[in-house]
């Protein structure tokens, strides 16, 4: 089966099942209410078993490869793991933990176009392909035979850069996606522009996450920036650990009719544009949300979800790109649809997450009950679960799922 065939069959099955949902007013509910223990958000040692068992097994989404031209890097820290993620002048991507083998000090910050990495510390130098090059008074130090910097395991898929954390792969691309990069391949995401990038300090990283997988509280919690009347179900599809949520109402702001797919209902299933069929919240497992926007043109907010140094802290990093290159005008509005979503995850999520986080440290909440209109979350802690109990020599068998949605977590 051809990619565009591939990638049709399953997005029109989703949205199939949307609109049967968005006819009647139903969601697709999750069969039971479950319990999830409240200490996961605080405890330390829960924390540091995420790190070492989650984050730095699983490959992670680090970089749109629109960021990276040739000879382009970007420096970050993921997971209390410093990382340096390149494009080299043959225009293959390289990612390695960003340390001089030397002393440990910090090879590279930020991002920028280097083709050569020099420690600011005591001035060694290495080559793109992470060779040392050259280091300072070479005859008074001695010689150090064959020095490179750790490489880590990196892939491109979907228009995306993914990096595992750790120098020994356990997971490769094809189990991780299951196929579902060959979906999000329509999104082109390596033509895009970035707008913006902002980074938001929040408490326990699950706890913001949380708030990406479910619209049950945005009439009340977003009720002075989305409303009081946007819908607070979600129509859910799940594909392996990764999750797909849309409102089952025609409500998104501004949507063009071309890309509404709400009026699909009134065409022929071939008719059926690519467009259309991606709106709507993606969820990237363990940390990564993607949201379709249409101000100023079809805009993409991805949002990263990090974990901090202790189980308390976390930073979410928002990055807006533009599918078109902007002018004046779509810039403007692309930066206040920016400015906007930043505010409402700034001043009205993460503040309640962190009124949660105090909640969780007093000791006197002891679960959460999740509904079974929150399926979502009851998936994504099921998967985490699961993750951080198996044994790396069963990790990739347990991520290789059969590819395509399905509707119940």
Known sequence: MSEHAFARLHLED??????????????????????LSAARYRDPAHFQTELERL??????????????????FKAMEVAGVPVLVLRGGDGAVRAYLNICPHRGALLAEGQGTRTRFTCPYHGWTFLQDGQLAAYPLQSEFGEVGDVRLVALPVFERAGMIWVTLNPKQLVGPD???SGLDRLLDVFDLGSWHLISRRELPGPNWKLCFDAHLDFYHLPVLHKNSFGTRTSPKAVYGYWGPHQRLVQPKDSKEGVPEAHNVFRLGLKAREQWPLDAMMLG???????????IFYKGGLGMLISQVLPGRQAGESVTVQSYYLREPPDDASLSHAQQQSQFLAGVVSEEDLPTSDGQQMAIASGYLDEFILGRNEGGVQAFHGWLDRIVETDDDDLEALLSTRPGWRYTP
């Open 175 to 177: 189990a991780l996606l």
């Open 55 to 72: 984050f730095k097994r699983v490959p992670l989404m680090l970089v749109a490869d629109c960021e990276l031209g040739r000879n382009q």
């Open 14 to 35: 989703f949205v199939a099942h949307l609109l049967r949902h968005t006819a009647d007013g139903s969601i697709n509910r999750a069969p039971s209410v479950e319990r």
């Open 281 to 291: 919240e993606w969820i990237l497992f363990p940390n990564v949300s993607i949201n």
